[in-house]
Structure formats: structure tokens, C-alpha cells
């Protein structure tokens, strides 16, 4: 059973086919050998596996090889995990028991975070681990993400066109034909996300050409601007709803069942829509949030005299039709006679809803609640920093997995610039990159494009990340008073071996044929995949599967570097470089220094600074008193 060693002294190497070809060596073995006595335990392993082991082609990542990898390490007597430790990838291929009836890509997702005797536990244990990892890794357990994982299964929003060139309005019909619509609920329409009607989306290019254009259209008013984040988000928000307004009453989201063909943004101007909108949201989610009081203020905004775009756009009146029990014909005259006065009546009705609304409005989404175990500790950016060292601990080797390892580096490298610069997920995903060697963007040029930019500093000696004020949301704020942000990274714990290896060669095998996008950060690029450069949502999965696979300590593997952690996008790393500062200064304004921000802007959205931290930081003051 337990050969005896011929030498017990040796220089362990590093590599895992050395190793193994070391200990079947040293105890006067081969593989013909080993195979017959790993079999006779049970172990179903043929000789040329074995062969390719100990030669270096392949190693073992199934479950099943994992699990003689451990009867050898018990054979030879060595350290539990001492092969596996050495292997050059340490997630494990897809396996079978238990896992049958689940679709490849759910078996993919699940087998990074499965124990590698899965396939071997009593059934209800299994059970027990798939529960724990679906509730805790892949969805996250807030009442939040289980309402809004409900939410996503039944879409009815209307999706916009993204481009903000002008295109000519629809005619309009006669005012008799449109009066004589009796306007009724449509039971039967089907709930999806679909694209909005071509008089709908017509209103909403036209929207997002006002509030985008470097100078207004048509010499309207204007107050304000929005950037197409902003803009993005806004229409999404009236996509909803103008699709909660459509949505069959008797299917899942109870929409009202308003007729496709009365959709237009003139319905916004009528208070009963906006009430029963407001209601409906109340009764879906169960209470009010700040989210129905900020939709208000948009259509206050977009009533408001002198600037407001729908009270600049009087012939949307012609698009009026009756919605049976929200808009009456005697309305749309109304509208059609004195658009002013509709404007201004639903821009009062809207500002005095707002007040009603943040009144008993309450927080659904916790943004601290995934992080609460790292904001709650002495300090949480060292905390944070232990999920960057168990990527790099865990990084495959590049030799043999050029693609994993590279996706790990860029995993390292996300959190590591991240907690170095405390950008927002924007300024992150569009940082652009120029090697060394050179000649960096001019900043006019990188205001212009609204983006920063990572480049070596030959009078600093090091990489220096150089942001112009107009590409932050805040660059009005007091903190940048029209000046960028320049910082330049710390060489430390390898950061600038990091970065040079990621540049020279993981890029590169992440971008294959794909034409470079300039920027810092690269997808993987697949068959599909017509750009390797980040949107905003693949940017937030890529994150939040860093957190998944290295960040959860998962009891069944043993392996993740936090335990009590949930996942959780960029944004987060914000709030845990504000808590660190304070925990560490007490000085709101220094944490405003971390996040490009102000302190008031501190003080009532980030840092959760606990009373004992505060008690904490005095009594040190008061103690210098003693020790004197």
C-alpha cells in the first residue's frame, strides 16, 4: 500500500510533471506500477493517462482525475494538496454526477465552485452544495437580487434607438379620427422587450438630440446636459415606463394594456398616467424608493418653462390618442388648445408628488450590504486586497493556459487599479493605454474623446494615470475646479511587472486577431465578438466573476479569500477606499480625496464609519495625555 521511499531528501520542483515523475521515481516505481495499484483501490485511471502526466502533456482536471491525484499523494505519504497545488490551471473541467440534467453552461458556471469529491457525496449533500453556491455565488443573497432575479424573468419595457440624428416626425392624423379612438386595454398583447413604435421612437431620438447636442436644436432652451451614460439611463427608465403603460393587464407585470398605437411621450403630461404609474411601481416592488421620485423630477425638467423639451414640443399634441381611464378626449383638446397650461399643470403636479414620494420613500438595494464584511473590518482596503493575492496565487500557468492566465491577470490588475485610483466603472473601463516608448495623447484630444489614460512618465520613472475633468460625472464638482486628475501608480507588490507582462503578451492573446481598441482593459475576444472593447455591462460581469471565483470563501473548496462576501460590481471598490480613509483619518474630506469627490458628497452616500471607529480615533487623542 505504502511503498517505502528510496531517497528522503529532495529539491521539490515547481512544475507538476517534474514533481510527479520525481515520486514515482523515488519510490522505485513506474507507471505500469502505479496504475495497477491505484486501480485495485478502485480508481478507474489507464496507463497512458498516466504517461501523459508524468510527461508533461496533459493533467488532470476532472473530478475523477483530481481524485487520483490524491490517492497517489496518499500512496507516497506526501502533504494533502501537494499535487494539486503544483497543477498549471486550478479550476476543473465540467464533471458528471449530479449534474446531468443541468445545461452546459450552468455545469460550466458551477464546476469552478464544486468540491472535486462532488460527483462521490450522498445526494442530499450534493444538493446542499448546489443550493449554497446558486444563493450565495451566482445570484447573491439580498432580498434585492432575489426581487430583482424575479423582476428580469418577465421583460415589458420598450427599447429605444441608441443614435441621436434627427429623423422627420410622422404625420399626424386628423384630431376627429384620433378622438374617436376609444383607446381600451389590449388583454391579450404579449409581454417582451421590444422596439418602441416608430412615433414613440421618433419623440425619443429627438429627446436625446436635445439633451446631448453641444449646442441646442432648433434654438430651444435648454438647462443642463446629458453625457450618454446619462442619456442611456434616462431612456431605459422611460422605456419602462412606456412598457408598464403597454403590458398586458392579466400577465405577469399587470401592465395597464394601453394600445401601442396611443404611445407617445405626450402621455406624459397627464396626471392620472403618472398616479397610476406611480401605484402600479408601489404595488410591484411593495413600497416607494428614491428611483418613482427621480422619474418625477425628469418629467418636472422636461415641463419646465423656458427649457423643458416637451414643453418646447407643442406638436406632439397631434399624436394624442384616448387611453380608456387615463386620458379622455376633452384632454386632448385641452392639450391641443392650451399646451402651456397642460405643461404647467403636470410640471406643479409632478414637483409636489416628488415631495410626497421622498417623504416614505425607502432603500431596497443596500449598496454596502455584498461588502458589509470588508467595510466592517480595521481595514478594509487590506481586506480588499486579499482578493487581488488570491488571483495571482491562483493564475494559471501561462505556458500551457495562455488565455486563463491572461483573463486572470486582467482580473489582478482590475482590482489592483481600482483600489489604486478609485475611479468610477466609466473612467475604468475606458482608460486608454500608450506602451512605453510613446508619445502620450494630447489632453486637448483626451477631452475631446472624454476618457483618461494610462502612460509612462519619463520625468517620474513610472506609470502615470492622467484623467481630464470632463471625463468624470462630477466635473463640476469643487474637487476638480477644471483641472485632470494625475496620479502615478506606486511600484509595489509587482505592479509594474503586472502591468509590462500585460501589455506585452496577455493582451494580445485576449485580442487575437481583433483590432486593438486602445484601451487598458480588453474583452476575450470570442467568434461573435466584433470589438474587444468593454460595455458597460460586460465590464460589470467581468468584475463581479473576478469576485465570484476568487473573492466568496466557499466552505465546500475551501478556497475564496473572504468569507461572508457576496458579489458585487466595480462601483463598490468606491465605498471601501472612502471607509478605509475614514476608519484609518476620521477626515471626510481626505476619503473625498480617494474618490474624486467632495465631502459633503462623503458624508451622506459613502463610508459606513461606525460610531465604535469614531470613539476609537478620539480615545487615541485622549490617551496621549496619560502616556505623557
Known sequence: ?????????????????????????????????????????????????????????????????????????RRYRLPDGYFSSKLAHPGRMITGGGLEKLSVVERRRLAWHLPDDFDLLPRAKRAEILAWVRTVIISGATDYRRYHANAVLHRFSFRFSEGASPLPFPKPRPLEERLSDSGEPEAGRPVQTERAPIILDTEARDLRLFKTATLTTGGRGRNGVWNDETANQKMEHLGLLFGALAACPEGEVRGYGAPIRCMTFAVLLFPAVWDWYLRWREIKRGFFTRWESEMLTVVAGLTREGTGWL?????????????????????????????????????????????EVDRVA????????????????????????????????????????????AEATRGYLMIRMGLHLGLRQ???????????????????????????????????????????????????????????????????????????VWLRLDRKALLKAQP??????????????????????????????????YGIYNPYTGKGAIEGLLPHGPHNVRDVLATHVLKQTGSYEQASYAIQDTPDTIAEHYGRFLPQDKAALVAQVLNQVWGS
Not at 386620458?327 to 409636489?352: F, K, L, N, Q, S
Not at 470632463?470 to 494625475?486: D, E, I, M, Y
Not at 484601451?519 to 473576478?546: C, D, L, M, P
Request: with cysteine; charged share 30%.
Open 362 to 405: 425607502r432603500v431596497h438595494r443596500d449598496p454596502f450590504e455584498p461588502i458589509l464584511t470588508i467595510l466592517e473590518a480595521d481595514s478594509p482596503l487590506g481586506e480588499y486586497r486579499k482578493i487581488a493575492e488570491e488571483v495571482r496565487r491562483r493564475r494559471p500557468d501561462r505556458r500551457r493556459f495562455p488565455v486563463a492566465a
Open 516 to 549: 486593438d481598441p486602445r484601451t487598458f482593459f480588453v474583452k476575450t475576444v470570442k467568434n461573435k465578438s466584433n470589438s474587444g472593447a468593454y460595455e458597460q455591462h460586460k465590464f460589470y460581469e467581468a468584475w463581479r466573476s473576478i469576485i465570484q471565483r
Open 426 to 500: 466609466k473612467n475604468l473601463r475606458q482608460l486608454l493605454v500608450v506602451p512605453r516608448g510613446r508619445s502620450p495623447t494630447p489632453e486637448r484630444q483626451l477631452e475631446a474623446l472624454k476618457r483618461g489614460e494610462l502612460r509612462w512618465s519619463d520625468r517620474d520613472d513610472g506609470w502615470e494615470v492622467f484623467v481630464p475633468a470632463v471625463a468624470f460625472k462630477n466635473a463640476g464638482s469643487t474637487f476638480f475646479r477644471k483641472s485632470p486628475l494625475r496620479l502615478i501608480l506606486p511600484d509595489l507588490s509587482g505592479l509594474y511587472d503586472e502591468i509590462d
Open 311 to 355: 414643453r418646447q414640443s407643442p406638436h406632439l399634441a397631434g399624436y394624442l390618442r384616448p387611453i380608456a381611464g387615463l386620458i379622455t378626449p376633452a384632454d386632448i383638446v385641452a392639450a391641443t388648445e392650451d399646451w402651456e397650461g397642460v405643461c404647467e399643470t403636470i410640471h406643479r403636479h409632478a414637483i409636489v408628488r416628488a415631495k
Open 1 to 73: 500500500m505504502y511503498p517505502e521511499p528510496l531517497w528522503t531528501e529532495w529539491e521539490d520542483p515547481d512544475d507538476f510533471a517534474d514533481a510527479f515523475q520525481l515520486h514515482v521515481e523515488r519510490h522505485g516505481e513506474n507507471v505500469y506500477r502505479l496504475q495497477k495499484a491505484i486501480t485495485a483501490q478502485g480508481f478507474k485511471i489507464d496507463t497512458q493517462t498516466l504517461y501523459t502526466w508524468k510527461r508533461g502533456e496533459k493533467e488532470p482536471r476532472s473530478a475523477t482525475g483530481l481524485r487520483v491525484l490524491k490517492a497517489i499523494e
